[in-house]
């Protein structure tokens, strides 16, 4: 069956010319499948970014046969919103045409379940829905399944609270591999924002996973980038070292209205919640981080730098500890002895976030900007100070990640070039890993500057009352 992916992407250059100015340990070899990979390798899969085809230029996965899918999960991951791009739904449809068959859609919303339900149905695209079943539980949809409804992929987009662990209720993967052993898995990230001594469940449901053999994959969507996948290219034709990895995430706070967004205890922050992609992408590019190395500080809420004007929640009925820092500066070293540096920023008011990520290797800046909405990259190599700039238009790494996995689950191309799993579930768990180091040092970094500020104050007023 001959894949769409051999179409040729778009892909435009231009010139600016500007004035010259520890912790490893044992995983799988790479395979296309998402099993994982070896940790002591710098280079992560990569796809040729002429192979990442625009949705609205590639064609249905042909086969007269139904493909059936299960979605966990009825919001806006799922099904979209005015929030942003994602909508999994709308890419399957496009993927797979006539042939989408989503079998159930577990939520125990069921009244919101239904609601998207049947706005699908009044849609054009009514063949992939009609049949649908809504179940509060996977389990529920287990025991009312007849064989036909058997799903050949799950796609999982219910919130990170719910999935990650091995606790009951909380542990989708488990159930997934008990009641559906080696069915296809798209998992959407972060993997958990539970705890952080539940971390190493995390860990154990990788291994499990990849021990089933199942086709797995966690939705770092900006890995499938035209631009990233460019990035990486440069990087492996010109055999370099990377040096150093310089990211930055500042968002739009005044648009983010949910309460729990702003509580650590319910989103864990906003470093292992929101900055988890620019983290993932660091790793991608950098390689393992001795997450003893971690460093980091935070502005916080009762600093008088951390006023913001324009919060759209009551943060007073957020407990003092729980309330999110508005800025987090982390640095640390990969296992390869390359540094790398993040920045988190909750500044910006009106819609649209600010986000770059550098990558340096011996001659070589490539700078990726606006990757969320209009992702160009600046590349400047040896024997040029000028930038060459390269920008990628009608690129949509939702659809990308969505369509790579349904070629491995249809086995479409034995190219070995050809799609690919960026991000495994062991991947996933690494960028969860580093994301909670950032937040516990950051942490730490506070605890320790108010215990100082606490015992000057002591000593002042100890001087005063000698006096």
Not at 140 to 151: A, E, G, I, L, Y
Not at 303 to 318: C, F, M, P, R, T
Request: proline share 5%; charged share 25%; with cysteine.
């Amino acid at each position: 069956m001959a894949s769409t992916r051999r179409l040729s992407s778009t892909l435009e250059m231009t010139s600016t010319k500007q004035p010259a100015s520890r912790r490893g340990s044992e995983r799988r070899p790479p395979d296309r499948r998402g099993s994982g990979y070896s940790s002591g390798q710098s280079r992560r899969p990569s796809i040729d970014p002429s192979r990442l085809i625009p949705m609205d230029k590639t064609t249905h996965v042909g086969g007269t046969n139904d493909f059936n899918v299960v979605f966990i999960g009825a919001g806006n991951i799922m099904f979209g919103s005015d929030e942003g791009p994602w909508n999994h739904s709308f890419r399957f449809e496009h993927k797979l045409g006539l042939r989408l068959k989503v079998v159930a859609l577990i939520d125990p919303a069921i009244e919101r379940a239904t609601a998207v339900l049947q706005k699908k149905c009044d849609s054009f695209v009514i063949s992939a829905y009609q049949a649908t079943r809504v179940f509060k539980t996977l389990e529920d949809f287990v025991k009312n399944m007849s064989q036909k409804d058997r799903p050949r992929a799950i796609v999982v987009g219910s919130p990170p609270m719910f999935r990650g662990t091995l606790q009951p209720g909380r542990d989708i993967e488990m159930q997934i591999l008990k009641y559906f052993p080696g069915v296809a898995i798209f998992m959407e990230k972060p993997i958990a924002t539970g705890p952080k001594h539940e971390l190493e469940q995390s860990f154990q449901i990788s291994k499990a996973i990849s021990d089933s053999g199942a086709i797995c994959s966690v939705g770092y969507m900006l890995r499938y980038l035209k631009a990233v996948q460019k990035m990486k290219q440069i990087i492996e034709e010109n055999g370099l070292t990377v040096m150093v990895t310089i990211a930055r995430y500042a968002c739009a706070y005044e648009a983010i209205a949910k309460p729990d967004w702003w509580d650590k205890s319910k989103s864990a922050g906003p470093v292992i919640e929101q900055g988890t992609h620019f983290c993932d992408l660091s790793r991608y590019f950098g390689g393992d981080v001795d997450i003893a190395s971690v460093a980091a500080h935070s502005l916080d809420w009762d600093e008088n730098a951390g006023h913001l004007s324009k919060i759209q929640v009551d943060e007073s009925k957020i407990a003092p500890e729980n309330r999110i820092p508005r800025v987090t500066a982390a640095t640390w070293k990969y296992s390869s002895g390359a540094v790398g540096s993040f920045i988190h920023t909750v500044t910006l008011q009106g819609h649209n976030y600010s986000c770059e990520l550098e990558i340096h290797a011996d001659g070589y800046s490539l700078k990726l900007v606006n990757p969320y909405v209009q992702p160009t990259l600046y590349v400047r190599k040896p024997g040029d100070d000028h930038e060459q700039m390269y920008t990628f238009p009608d690129d949509d790494p939702f659809f990308s990640e969505v369509s790579n996995w349904i070629d491995i689950i249809e086995d479409i191309e034995e190219d070995p070039e050809a799609a690919q799993i960026l991000s495994s579930y062991e991947d996933a768990c690494r960028t969860y890993e580093l994301t909670w180091a950032i937040r516990e040092a950051s942490e730490r970094s506070r605890a320790a500057r108010l215990a100082a500020s606490k015992a000057a104050a002591t000593v002042f007023e100890e001087e005063g009352e000698a006096e």
